[in-house]
């Protein structure tokens, strides 16, 4: 996943004018006629942060680290086999 303030070049604290001012500064500096791939790039970053409630919880909250914690918790799933209790205790509860 792409950093979107590392895209527009800006700090997590910078605020809502700059983030725009940096973007269109961009986009005049990478028009998608020219460069559509990077152009792609700096409006997904832009549409992530102009949007007030995005950035603040972008800014309250390491998204990276919410990523990284969520594949490492699906990968133990995966791991982690349904375990059986042994025959014995299956018969004293009644069980097959």
């Not at 500096?29 to 102009?50: G, S, T, V």
């Not at 982690?80 to 004293?92: A, D, H």
């Amino acid at each position: 996943m792409i950093d979107p303030y590392e895209v527009l070049g800006v700090t997590a604290d910078a605020s809502e004018e700059l983030i725009r001012q940096r973007y269109l500064a961009l986009v005049r500096e990478f028009p998608p006629e020219h460069a559509p791939k990077r152009f792609a790039e700096i409006r997904a970053a832009y549409d992530q942060l102009r949007d007030p409630v995005r950035h603040l919880e972008r800014r309250l909250f390491d998204l990276t680290a919410v990523e990284t914690i969520d594949t490492l918790l699906a990968a133990e799933r995966r791991r982690q086999t349904r375990r059986r209790l042994p025959t014995s205790v299956l018969l004293s509860l009644g069980e097959p």
